[in-house]
């Protein structure tokens, strides 16, 4: 068997769920401005935010635009005026905070500490 002297583990989507996290930040931001975290809110910021990356990816906005362009679209959909780039650092803050484990990534983890592959702390 071969042996290995390096894993690299990407986080978001393999060790943890970063959907569930973001949820969470939509959900705060949703209610931080008075509307309500109802799946019909989260699905247009989600499309909003989806449409930003993809002009992203064709050049059109950096990411720096992205993060705060996507919240400045979805408050305009909504017809609300707010500060755009503080729903980002909001959202940013909740997401920070929202960190859930994909199921057995910890097992995984405490298994390659026993073999000396992995040293983590808990």
Same mark, same amino acid.
């Given at each position: 068997?071969?042996?290995? $002297?390096?894993?690299?583990?990407?986080?978001?989507?393999?060790?943890?769920?970063?959907?569930?996290?973001? %949820?969470?930040?939509?959900?705060?931001?949703?209610? $931080?401005?008075?509307?309500? *975290?109802?799946?019909?809110?989260?699905?247009?910021?989600? $499309?909003?935010? %989806?449409?930003?990356?993809? #002009?992203?990816?064709?050049?059109?906005?950096?990411?720096?635009?992205?993060?705060?362009?996507?919240?400045?679209?979805?408050?305009?959909?909504?017809?609300?005026? *707010?500060?755009? %780039?503080?729903?980002?650092?909001?959202? $940013?803050?909740?997401?920070?905070?929202? *960190?859930?484990?994909?199921?057995?990534?910890?097992?995984?983890? #405490?298994?390659?500490?026993?073999?000396?592959?992995?040293?983590?702390?808990?």
């Amino acid at each position: 068997m071969k042996s290995y $002297r390096t894993l690299f583990f990407d986080v978001d989507g393999t060790l943890l769920d970063f959907d569930r996290a973001e %949820a969470v930040g939509i959900r705060e931001v949703l209610r $931080r401005y008075g509307l309500p *975290a109802t799946d019909e809110n989260a699905g247009l910021y989600h $499309r909003v935010n %989806a449409k930003c990356w993809q #002009e992203f990816e064709e050049g059109i906005l950096s990411r720096e635009q992205v993060v705060v362009e996507r919240f400045r679209r979805f408050f305009g959909l909504k017809g609300i005026q *707010a500060d755009a %780039a503080e729903a980002e650092t909001l959202y $940013r803050s909740f997401l920070d905070q929202s *960190a859930f484990l994909i199921g057995g990534a910890k097992e995984l983890l #405490e298994e390659l500490k026993e073999t000396g592959v992995f040293r983590c702390t808990w």
